[in-house]
């Protein structure tokens, strides 16, 4: 008998830094220290397939606006993809994380209350030891280390009650400067020594 194959399976990297001091209150489900959180969130796939379509190497970037309590919605998100993705990869990313496949991401799914923008561009996403950096040129950039504990390791949170990466730990870290500039949908900040998080995703329904 043929194995059912899993309608998504993606595996890789997250960087994700936001407006709030470490750590971030959204992640244990309290408000966000300025009563807002302004966002960059990135999956980065390593290795994955959607309905058979191969996505490995691709990056999902959200830039968000959240306007209170992450649990109360509301989101409103510009998302990017890479340029040099195919359409049809670029859609199953979409499928994936809009919610429509199902599994823990489509939690997350939920509480975006509006995707403003789609857009395609050359995006640069680097991990090497712990040192993480995104980048959209002229457009989004974050660049973050993980704390770490007393043999070098990274600082784990887990069980956390909301998570980007679900089922996965997450690494608290710092990031040195996230920026974003898309005055068109009224996002332009930048921010420095506030929170940042990285983990290792297994993203399936």
């Known amino acids: 008998m043929a194995v059912e194959t899993q309608t998504y399976q993606l595996e890789g990297d997250l960087l994700e830094a936001c407006s709030c001091d470490t750590l971030c209150p959204c992640w244990i489900g309290e408000d966000p220290d300025t009563g807002y959180c302004d966002a960059i969130t990135s999956w980065h796939i390593t290795s994955g397939q959607v309905r058979g379509i191969d996505v490995s190497g691709m990056t999902f970037l959200g830039v968000a606006k959240i306007p209170g309590n992450v649990f109360a919605g509301n989101w409103k998100l510009v998302v990017f993809m890479d340029d040099w993705a195919t359409q049809e990869q670029r859609d199953a990313l979409v499928e994936v994380f809009t919610g429509q496949l199902g599994g823990g991401i489509a939690d997350l799914a939920k509480l975006i209350g509006e995707v403003l923008d789609v857009r395609t561009a050359p995006i640069k996403y680097n991990i090497n030891q712990g040192h993480g950096s995104i980048e959209v040129e002229g457009v989004v950039f ?64």
């Open 142 to 205: 974050s660049d973050m280390e993980p704390y770490r504990g007393p043999h070098g390791e990274p600082t784990r949170l887990v069980d956390s009650v909301f998570s980007t990466i679900p089922g996965s730990p997450a690494y608290v870290s710092k990031a040195s400067v996230s920026r974003v500039n898309l005055p068109e949908f009224g996002m332009n900040w930048e921010y420095n020594g506030k929170n940042a998080i990285q983990g290792h995703f297994n993203l399936h329904p």
